[in-house]
């Protein structure tokens, strides 16, 4: 457990949005829906303090690329003590494809965001940067914690994905997790106006 990680929760909220670590099991799940293995370049959103992380490095590809966008910088610092030599950027989701610039696409793009937590005009500008930067043949998974997905918020959050993405499939909920949770991964981008 990370104390820094329950700090910064306390701090921000909103944009912490949890006040645990997603849990081995759930990260295992995301790195498989993430397609991790077959990745050229993933990008994590959001990797608090590694939950994520740590698997996806595990998984990649020797030739394989990986960047983190992390809004919080002392979770920046965190993860990048953690896992020195991989590249991780204090900046906001809002700004990927600046982010991104001169990089190529990502071809997976793994998500530690709290939607949840998110209005509904950054949940739009964040999902546009998605679908903006992932490669054609990529892949975008994100967690959901299993229940509040079906209250009003969580199903207005599954309409935007549906909205972007011509295919989105869930995992099994992964009960290893507090509380459980799911990930949804989504195929096909739909470039949409606003
Ligand atoms: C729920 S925590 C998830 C951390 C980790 N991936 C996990 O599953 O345990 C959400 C993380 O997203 C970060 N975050 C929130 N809004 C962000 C944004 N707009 N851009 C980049 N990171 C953001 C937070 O600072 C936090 O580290």
């Not at 910064?8 to 995301?30: D, I, N, Q, R, Y």
């Not at 590809?61 to 983190?68: D, K, S, V």
Request: proline share 7%; hydrophobic share 45%.
């Amino acid at each position: 457990m990370s104390f820094r990680f329950v700090r910064e929760f306390l701090k921000s909220p909103g944009t912490v949005g949890a006040v645990w670590p997603s849990s081995p099991a759930l990260a295992t799940t995301m790195v498989r829906a993430a397609r991790v293995q077959s990745a050229d370049f993933v990008l994590e959103i959001g990797p608090g303090n590694g939950a994520f992380t740590g698997p996806i490095l595990e998984n990649l590809r020797p030739e394989a690329r990986f960047l983190a966008v992390e809004k919080c910088p002392l979770l920046a610092e965190t993860v990048s003590e953690k896992f020195p030599g991989a590249r991780i950027v204090v900046g906001c989701a809002t700004q990927l494809t600046a982010h991104l610039k001169d990089q190529g696409n990502p071809d997976s793009i793994v998500s530690g965001l709290p939607w949840a937590a998110f209005g509904d005009s950054l949940q739009d500008s964040i999902l546009k940067q998605i679908t903006s930067s992932l490669a054609g043949h990529g892949v975008f998974a994100s967690f959901a914690y299993f229940g509040p997905h079906r209250l009003r918020a969580g199903r207005a959050f599954r309409r935007k994905l549906d909205a972007h993405f011509r295919e989105v499939e869930t995992t099994p909920v992964v009960f290893a997790n507090l509380p459980p949770a799911f990930v949804y991964f989504c195929t096909n981008t739909i470039q949409v106006d606003r």
